[in-house]
């Protein structure tokens, strides 16, 4: 992983392949998925950088691939969502799911309750998955993780993986790791180095595969600071037509 100031641990821009992830990392956290806001000048980094790329930028996030392509304009060429399980692997073109397993009908029906009765909480829905989002009432986190660990213990296709004030559901065979491997193995991102910037736990196994394939991996506190301070580097480096400095 790389996370001081040295630049040359990155590989050359026009050997790299830039995957980042959205919130946290491109996007400051909100307090509801819904209420983020993407700054103009991020949009217009992201179209640089992806012709300065020749195209090998991918935004690799947990929302779905629709929320990503509505709020970033699908500019990034390539997109995958849900941690993994569903990708899109060009402009255009249709996504792609594996044979994952959807949660039962009887665990959506007693999370749905329970986030009834317990104002502040928000039960975000995905494909294969779901999300108990917390930010307004932190003190229910260990409550909540109790609740979907018992939930899930008996079923190992999926697994529960902490977010930013949330606990996600999701299946346990696929996560940002296999999102990068998959991407990488595709033009344009094929035969570069990638360079993967993520900001909590979801996204060490983007980090990890990264570095297995001989790129880099960036976690945006010892990095950049915020996502303000990766806005400020894709511009930089937009500018520039190479990495800028990386924060100490």
């Known amino acids: 992983m790389t996370d001081g100031a040295d630049t040359t641990a990155l590989p050359p821009m026009a050997r790299s392949a830039l995957l980042l992830d959205m ?5 400051d956290i909100a307090s509801t998925p819904a209420a983020v806001v993407v ?38 060429y390539a997109a995958s969502g849900e941690h993994g399980g569903a990708l899109r ?14 949660p039962p009908a009887h665990w959506l029906a007693a999370v749905s309750a329970w986030v009834g009765a317990n104002p502040g909480t928000l039960l975000e829905l995905k494909a294969r998955g779901f999300v108990v989002h917390f930010r307004a009432v932190p003190v229910l986190d260990s409550t909540i993780r109790a609740m ?7 079923n190992d296709a999926f697994s529960l993986m902490p977010g930013r004030k949330a606990w996600e559901v999701r299946p346990a065979a696929v996560n940002k790791g296999t999102a990068v491997a998959a991407l990488m193995a595709r033009a344009p991102f094929a035969g570069r180095l990638p360079i993967f910037i993520g900001d909590d736990v979801t996204d060490e196994d983007g980090i990890a595969a990264a570095g297995a394939q001989g790129g880099a991996g960036l976690l945006v506190a ?15 480096s937009a500018s520039a037509g190479e990495w800028a400095a990386i924060r100490a």
């Open 23 to 27: 919130d946290g990392t491109l996007l």
């Open 39 to 76: 700054p103009p000048q991020l949009l217009d980094s992201l179209r640089a950088l992806t012709v300065r790329l020749d195209g090998a930028l991918a935004v690799v996030s947990g929302r779905p691939v629709a929320q990503i392509d509505a709020l970033l304009q699908a500019i990034p």
């Open 89 to 102: 692997f060009g402009p255009d073109a249709a996504l792609q799911r594996g044979a994952l397993p959807e």
């Open 148 to 154: 979907l660990e018992a939930m899930i213990a008996a």
């Open 222 to 236: 010892p990095a950049f600071g915020d996502p303000q301070g990766v806005r400020d580097w894709l511009a930089a």
